[in-house]
Nanobody
């Protein structure tokens, strides 16, 4: 069964850090672009970051540039999202997803497989 599972979410104070993990099972991610998206209550899903299959190319949403870093360990079938200097507006459910192509990796419709999400809450 093809599956993506996110973990690492939680409650953190503003200015704090979290590292999210996305572990794939049932398939190898080394041929896939992996993206992170988030959705806050009442808001549309937003592209956070994406990384090419070999990890050489990355993209970030404007709201997270300079604070978030995406990386991957294909041997571990895992992609990470390091989130630093978190702000209350980063509060959302974070999802990882797998796609075949990198060029449109900011577009959610390009993704074939999705995880169920992990909640990130930034609050004092």
């Amino acid at each position: 069964q093809l599956q993506l599972v996110e973990s690492g979410g939680g409650l953190v104070q503003p200015g704090g850090s979290l590292r999210l993990s996305c572990v794939a099972s049932g398939f190898n991610i080394d041929l896939h672009t992996i993206g992170w998206f988030r959705q806050a209550p009442g808001k549309e899903r937003e592209g956070v970051s994406c990384i090419s299959s070999a990890g050489g190319r990355t993209k970030y949403g404007d709201s997270v540039k300079g604070r978030f870093t995406i990386s991957r360990d294909n041997a571990a079938n895992t992609v990470y999202l390091q989130m630093n200097n978190l702000k209350p507006e980063d509060t959302a459910v974070y999802y990882c997803a797998a796609a075949w192509n990198y060029d449109s990796c900011s577009v959610a419709e390009e993704y074939d497989y999705w995880g169920r999400g992990t909640q990130v809450t930034v609050s004092s």
